[in-house]
């Protein structure tokens, strides 16, 4: 891996734990404690719904890729 590779991976790195330390100590002082378990459900539901979308919009099955979902996607296939 390059230098500039693992700078970019480290600096990600810390950005995120910078963005989570932040948003972490804004929901602890402007909520409860007992809310901070709430407030860290909504990046997790961000990212899952970011992740699903990313995989269902990626990029269309190749021909030896199985199509999981969408029926008639696979009508259509079926119909070449």
Do not use: C
């Not at 100590?25 to 909504?42: E, F, H, I, K």
């Amino acid at each position: 891996m390059s230098d500039a590779a693992k700078d970019l991976g480290r600096w990600t790195n810390t950005l995120g734990i910078t963005i989570g330390a932040l948003y972490g100590s804004a929901a602890l002082v402007l909520a409860d404690p007992l809310m901070v378990p709430v407030a860290a459900a909504l990046p997790v539901v961000v990212a899952l719904f970011i992740t699903l979308a990313g995989r269902k919009h990626a990029y269309p099955p190749g021909r030896k890729e199985s199509v999981r979902s969408e029926p008639e996607v696979k009508e259509a296939l079926l119909q070449r």
